[in-house]
């Protein structure tokens, strides 16, 4: 069974910083040869990109990420890891992890999700 946890959510005040962890199990493919990545639903809108990273270690950042946030990855570990700088209200969501197979697209695994509530 292929499950993707997320780790490390929770409430921080606006200026702050959280580090959220996701770790894979079950994936029937070498997590090796994953590409990675962070998303976001904030609240009453659609689910949106964060950052990404391909198996060859390769980021990519949304506009409002650059900067503030990094992404990471364990292979050792199977783990997928997104530090968050500097956190504002508008990133508050509930932050998801996948995982999908590199150069194929597909298939692709979700988390559950982990809130992130910042406050002012």
């Known amino acids: 069974q292929v499950q993707l946890v997320e780790s490390g959510g929770g409430l921080v005040q606006a200026g702050g910083s959280l580090t959220l962890s996701c770790a894979a199990s079950g994936i029937p493919f070498s997590f090796y040869n994953m590409d990675l990545g962070w998303h976001r639903q904030p609240p009453g809108k659609q689910r949106e990109l964060v950052a990404t990273?391909?198996?060859?270690?390769?980021?990519n950042y949304a506009d409002y990420a650059k900067g503030r946030f990094t992404i990471s990855r364990d292979n050792a570990k199977s783990t997928v890891t997104l530090q968050m700088n500097n956190l504002k209200l508008e990133d508050t969501a509930v932050y998801y992890c996948n995982a999908i197979r590199s150069s194929y697209g597909y298939p692709a695994y979700w988390g559950q999700g982990t809130q992130v509530t910042v406050s002012s």
């Open positions: 990273i391909t198996s060859r270690g390769s980021t």
